[in-house]
């Protein structure tokens, strides 16, 4: 059975895109056939794994014809990465979609209809949403069964963790009742000073008896920061370094949390 997760947060910067990237390659050396869905417009996902800007079929066309009610092959935005991940892909173009779902009745449920047309064919589809908590991330959690949520262990961004959860409650009670939040993810974790470690303690202490956290976090690491330009994951690009190494054991505790 395929389990749809969205990978979100927003705020920018936390990792959600290397997150996406990396936990769906990992998934696939362990494995499992992954789909990666880029619902941002600025594309980082589809960049960031070597596909050019100016594709001719991105997410915007498999939306629109869901939204029109046109006969179309799903697997046409479909792009294969040489890691095995697969994707769809996005660029600029997307932007107007937001503001395009408003008109649309039952806006919130286009993603889902597009992804219920591929899920027989993964285990898992991961979800890399925008950096901000409007109708296409309103889509993604609609269509998810969970949501990984990538955050700093900083102070603002514990902060801001609390309207995302309220957003992820109001979904689930009026879109998703079987939305689940797959789990809380430390990120570009520096957990040799003092203020990570607190403010990791202090996520703890108030969310840990509610959903699950991570035992693994993501290091920041120069290796991670620069996958970004090279067009393929940490484990390709820096396979015996601490980024691959937490990327992998936290594949393998998605995996054994299905």
Do not use: W
Request: aromatic content about 6%; glycine content about 8%.
């Amino acid at each position: 059975m395929c389990r749809v997760i969205a990978v979100a947060n927003q705020k920018g910067g936390c990792g959600k895109t290397a997150t996406s990237i990396n936990l769906g390659v990992g998934l696939v050396k362990l494995g499992q056939r992954v789909l990666a869905i880029d619902l941002d417009p600025q594309g980082h996902l589809t960049l960031g794994l070597g596909f050019p800007k100016n594709l001719r079929v991105t997410l915007k066309n498999m939306m629109e014809n869901i939204i029109m009610g046109i006969e179309f092959d799903p697997r046409e935005a479909v792009l294969h990465h040489a890691e095995g991940l697969d994707v769809v892909p996005s660029n600029k173009l997307l932007t107007g979609m937001d503001m395009s779902l408003i008109s649309v009745e039952e806006r919130e449920m286009v993603l889902k209809e597009y992804l219920d047309l591929l899920r027989d064919e993964y285990d898992y589809i991961l979800i890399d949403c925008m950096p901000s908590l409007g109708m296409l991330t309103i889509n993604a959690m609609t269509a998810a069964d969970s949501v990984l949520i990538p955050m700093q262990p900083q102070f603002y961004a514990a902060d801001g963790l609390t309207e995302l959860l309220k957003v992820i409650k109001g979904i689930k009670q009026r879109f998703n009742p079987e939305l689940a939040i797959e789990g809380i993810l430390f990120t570009m974790d520096a957990s040799r000073y003092n203020n990570a470690k607190r403010n990791k303690q202090a996520v703890r202490s108030a969310y840990g008896e509610q959903m699950h956290i991570f035992e693994n976090s993501i290091p920041r690491s120069e290796a991670i920061a620069e996958i970004a330009s090279e067009g393929v994951s940490i484990f390709a690009y820096d396979k015996r370094g601490k980024g691959a190494a937490s990327y992998g054991k936290l594949a393998e505790e998605v995996l054994h949390r299905a």
